[in-house]
């Protein structure tokens, strides 16, 4: 138990769906992260929070639409993915200032 | 290009053998983070150095920073099983931001 946690663990969804993953912490912290984790890939980040505020778009389709309503939740919204769009998609936090990340365990996301 | 650079990138061993695994970059590190992923769950923190030469333990795990701060390695001793996994390094640079960058990582296997 990292503190971080994401639901759901496993997601399939067809190509016109629209779907959310959620990722929520208890660790106070004020950053929070969505990574793409692919196949024989290294970790990709997609996108940075710190206090609700977006600082970091890693040039990310328009297909997935982050949403921070505040320091503690965090959502990806998802709408008309493509089969390449499956993978392992993890949410991490810290505390500004301080690179240890703590990670959920992830949703692993397929699209068909 | 990869900020940090992880070898091996596979390593497959018996039980009760060491081995040392490598993460190198070009760029000086403020702080440099190891973690262990298991398959379909999100990575887990093991260490943060942060200090030139500095060698942390944890049990069987050895971890040292090199003394310019742009390389680390971890070694472990007399590898058991359960140490099977995805080996981690991230780090931030210096006067850079503090969103975690990872490498590649090290798929480690460990044979009873």
């Known amino acids: 138990e990292t503190g971080v946690t994401q639901t759901p663990r496993h997601l399939v969804m067809g190509m016109t769906n629209k779907k959310s993953l959620k990722c929520e912490q208890h660790?106070?912290?004020?950053?929070m992260y969505w990574y793409k984790q692919s196949a024989k890939k290294p970790l990709e980040l997609m996108f940075v929070?710190?206090?609700?505020?977006?600082?970091e778009n890693n040039s990310v389709p328009s297909r997935f639409s982050p949403e921070c309503p505040n320091s503690s939740h965090l959502f990806l919204h998802l709408h008309t993915l493509q089969p390449e769009d499956s993978a392992l998609y993890l949410c991490?936090?810290?505390?500004?200032?301080?690179?240890?990340?703590?990670f959920g365990q992830g949703t692993r996301l397929t699209v068909v | 290009t990869q900020l940090l650079e992880q070898s091996p990138q596979f390593l497959s061993i018996q039980e009760g053998e060491n081995l040392t695994v490598y993460c190198n970059s070009s760029?000086?590190?403020?702080?440099l983070q190891w973690y262990r992923q298991e398959p379909g769950e999100g990575p887990v923190l093991l260490v943060t150095?942060?200090?030139?030469?500095e060698v942390k333990k944890l049990k069987r795990l050895t971890f040292q920073f090199g003394d310019a701060r742009k390389d680390s390695s971890l070694h472990i001793t007399a590898a058991q099983p359960g140490d099977t996994g995805l080996y981690l390094c991230?780090?931030?640079?210096?006067?850079?931001?503090?969103?975690?960058?990872f490498g590649r990582g090290t798929s480690l296997i460990v044979h009873p």
């Open positions: 929070y710190n206090f609700k505020e977006q600082t």
């Open positions: 760029s000086v590190f403020s702080s």
């Open positions: 660790l106070g912290h004020n950053a």
């Open positions: 991490a936090s810290s505390n500004g200032g301080n690179t240890e990340a703590f």
């Open positions: 991230a780090g931030a640079t210096s006067g850079g931001s503090y969103i975690p960058t």
């Open positions: 150095v942060v200090t030139g030469g």
